[in-house]
């Protein structure tokens, strides 16, 4: 087993930054490498919604994901408790977990910021992997060609998104993971 194993996470927003902005969900999805190649552990998905910190809830950003702000206060973790959850499940999946995200620069400034907020150790440090980054040197394609619906036409084991399930961060972690294991396997 390799001593890192990738963690991809994803992450829905109450608006484009952290505070005074909130975390509303993290997904995330393992990735290891067993007998020579990549694959996703879709069995070992972590999902939490959080209660609000900030005043911040963006109206645009909201109705992206439809998760309201009534159900995060009511239904939503102490971020406290979320960020404790997510480091110990990305601790203890068998390797140090390394933070990957598709647009790594948002979701990570968002874990970040609450793992710092909360005063909760950031298993994953100041290092990031970003799969449209790794897309664009991988397949050899300008960085602004590698949206998902871009990737699924060139990764031949990249199905298209289930729109219907888009931006619930469990399934996004899930279809980013997808993501990261056609480019750790891409051959050319």
């Known amino acids: 087993m390799s001593e890192t194993i990738y963690i991809c996470l994803d992450v829905e927003a109450s608006g484009p930054i952290p505070d005074p902005y909130n975390l509303v969900s993290i997904g995330a999805v393992p990735v290891e490498e067993k007998s020579g190649a990549w694959q996703a552990r879709p069995d070992d998905l972590f999902y939490v919604e959080l209660k609000p910190l900030y005043a911040g809830f963006d109206a645009e950003a909201m109705a992206i994901h439809g998760i309201s702000r009534e159900h995060l206060e009511q239904e939503g973790m102490p971020a406290a408790q979320a960020m404790e959850k997510l480091s110990d499940w990305s601790?203890?999946?068998?390797?140090?977990?390394?933070?990957?995200?598709?647009?790594?620069?948002?979701?990570?400034?968002?874990?970040?910021?609450?793992?710092?907020?909360?005063?909760?150790?950031?298993?994953?440090?100041?290092?990031?992997?970003?799969t449209k980054a790794l897309a664009a040197g991988v397949l050899r394609i300008p960085f602004l060609d590698t949206h998902k619906e871009n990737l699924a036409r060139l990764l031949p084991g990249l199905a298209p998104e289930d729109l219907s399930r888009k931006h619930r961060a469990d399934y996004d972690a899930l279809y980013q993971a997808g993501i990261l294991v056609e480019l750790l396997n891409y051959t050319g």
């Open 91 to 130: 601790t203890s999946r068998g390797g140090r977990p390394i933070f990957v995200g598709h647009n790594a620069v948002f979701d990570w400034a968002y874990i970040n910021h609450y793992y710092v907020r909360t005063g909760v150790k950031n298993p994953f440090g100041w290092k990031g992997l970003d």
